[in-house]
């Protein structure tokens, strides 16, 4: 049996708004890096590679002890 074609099932192929931003943010945002320490953009001439553990701490130059800042954030937000 063949049911008659419905808006829902019309609003089922097309992307709806929500569904174009969720997308736009699942394939834009990760590509958009942002400062591990104050959260705000980066931009490709000004970043710094922080060290999550400090070097005074131990902290290694390992991949998994970098993080992306900015510069600024690197030589001032330390505690
Ligand atoms: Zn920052």
Known sequence: MKTRANTSEIQGK???RETKAAAFIRDA???VQ??????????NHSISIDHKTRKADGGLGSLD???LTHPYC????KN
């Open 14 to 16: 097309n992307f709806s």
């Open 29 to 31: 945002l990760p590509k």
């Open 34 to 43: 942002r400062c591990k320490i104050c959260g705000g953009y980066l931009h």
């Open 65 to 67: 002890n970098a993080q």
């Open 74 to 77: 690197n030589t001032t937000f």
